[in-house]
């Protein structure tokens, strides 16, 4: 598996701005929350890792509004942004991605790392490419990870 980034100079004069994730099932040991903090760090199979997925940083988003059903409330969990740029590598990757289920970090605006979804209630990574973004003229996808957890993010310092 590979990163999501656009290494080539003047590909993105705008900057970029990062969001981590997995697939779910390279999680080898999960962490426990308490207080709205994770507790330790997530270790991963051998040859699995956090994957970089760099983005226009006016376009970083991450939402959980909570919801409420009959079992019980749940989140409607969301994080993404807009990546420059079309590639057989991006293209490889999403076409990779397109059945699995992923666990996400995000950096807020304070700062601090924030870890999304768990192994069991995993994200689905969803892309949508155009040809008139931010900037006009500029093509992209716009990368989200995206779905229902039973519970919100929480702050993963690791």
Avoid at 37 to 62: A, H, N, V
Avoid at 125 to 151: H, L
């Amino acid at each position: 598996m590979r990163d999501i980034v656009r290494k080539l100079p003047n590909t993105n004069p705008a900057g970029v701005m990062l969001i981590q994730w997995s697939p779910v099932e390279a999680v080898r040991q999960w962490t426990t929350k308490s207080r709205g903090k994770y507790t330790s760090e997530i270790l991963f199979f051998e040859g699995w890792r956090w994957f970089d997925l760099y983005g226009i940083p006016e376009t970083l988003f991450f939402r959980e509004p909570k919801k409420r059903a009959a079992p019980g409330p749940y989140y409607e969990t969301s994080a993404g942004c807009v990546v420059p740029g079309d590639d057989e590598e991006f293209r490889d990757v999403f076409e990779w991605a397109e059945d699995r289920r992923f666990i996400v970090r995000t950096k807020d605006h304070v700062g601090d790392w924030r870890l999304v979804a768990t192994p069991w209630h995993g994200l689905k990574m969803e892309t949508d490419f155009d040809t008139d973004r931010i900037m006009a003229g500029q093509r992209g996808f716009t990368v989200s990870f995206e779905g229902r957890t039973p519970s919100a993010s929480g702050i993963y310092a690791f």
